[in-house]
């Protein structure tokens, strides 16, 4: 899977495409999981279609197969050297009445680079939050939210996040995240 990420991430590099890993994978790299079972890509709205080319041009692009907890602006999915590679542009998440929009900032971004090539990394306050919003995904968040009392988090960013008209339950999630850092810092 590390291959075919440089593979891709040398090729959106080549051509200036905003992007950042998320999810499952960026969990692996943080070492807070053992191993990913595929490749999360968040992209700039603006350069979808051409990210969607490179993306072609490595793999094959799979069917749409639309899911009701989502109403994300783009989203693809590629078969890449046997890797299944799913690309969001305007990433939205359904929860509720509500619906939550991520707009990644790349000032935020970590890197790593393997073999050469940067790979762009979203934060983890970001991830937490998300899956957070997200249906069954409460182990991920805890799993981030342990990681964060041992090693500390952007309470900043998590305190922006709480100011965005969230759930409340999710926003009690967070206010009590941010307390406790607080109080162990």
């Known amino acids: 899977m590390e291959n075919c990420l440089i593979k ?4 959106l590099n080549a051509q200036n495409i905003g992007w ?9 790299y943080k070492g807070l999981i053992p191993k990913a079972n595929d490749l999360d890509l968040v992209i700039a709205l603006d350069d979808v279609e051409r990210a969607e080319h490179v993306l072609t041009s490595l793999g094959k692009k799979q069917p749409e ?3 009701s907890d989502y109403a994300t602006r783009y989203f693809g999915e590629f078969i890449i050297e046997g890797v299944d590679v799913d690309v969001m542009a305007g990433f939205r998440i359904v929860t509720g009445d509500t619906t939550i929009e991520y707009i990644p900032d790349p000032k935020t971004f970590e890197t790593l680079v393997l073999q050469g090539e940067t790979i762009h990394l979203c934060p983890l306050e970001d991830w937490y939050v998300l899956y ?3 249906s069954n995904r409460e182990e991920r968040a805890a799993t981030i939210k342990e990681h964060f009392f041992r090693t500390g988090a952007n309470t900043t960013c998590l305190k922006t996040w709480a100011e965005r008209g969230l759930p409340q339950a999710v926003v009690r999630q ?3 995240l941010v307390s406790e850092l607080d109080t162990r810092a």
């Open 20 to 28: 950042a890993l998320g999810a499952s994978m960026l969990l692996y």
């Open 8 to 11: 891709i991430a040398k090729e």
């Open 174 to 176: 967070i206010n009590a």
């Open 65 to 67: 197969n639309p899911h």
């Open 132 to 134: 957070l919003l997200m």
